[in-house]
Nanobody, 115 residues
Framework: QVQLVESGGGLVQAGGSLRLSCAASGSTFNTIGWYRQAPGKQREVVATISSDGRTTYADSAKDRFTIARDNGENTVYLQMNGLKPEDTAAYYC???????????WGQGTQVTVSS
């Protein structure tokens, strides 16, 4: 059974930092990434990382966020620096299973950035 367990969200002041973690279990995975959804808005991609380390970032995340992956632990981290109030959202871990190519989501972790 695939499980994605997120942690690391919280309340931080503008300019601060947070580190999100996603522990994936129950399978092997190709792409793992982070999406976010603010109230009244669509879910959007923040950053992704493939099993061989290739990364992609949303324009809003470039130069501020860094995604990293520990393949041995099947854990993905999102280091978020220079946080802004507009980064406030529920952040969701996403993973695509290798071979069967199914997509899975975590339960979400809230990030709130105060001005």
């Amino acid at each position: 059974q695939v499980q994605l367990v997120e942690s690391g969200g919280g309340l931080v002041q503008a300019g601060g930092s947070l580190r999100l973690s996603c522990a994936a279990s129950g399978s092997t995975f190709n792409t793992i990434g982070w999406y976010r959804q603010a109230p009244g808005k669509q879910r959007e991609v923040v950053a992704t990382i493939s099993s061989d380390g290739r990364t992609t970032y949303a324009d809003s995340a470039k130069d501020r966020f860094t995604i990293a992956r520990d393949n041995g632990e099947n854990t993905v981290y999102l280091q978020m620096n220079g946080l802004k109030p507009e980064d406030t959202a529920a952040y969701y871990c996403y993973a695509r299973r290798r071979f069967v190519n199914t997509a899975h989501w975590g339960q979400g972790t809230q990030v709130t950035v105060s001005s």
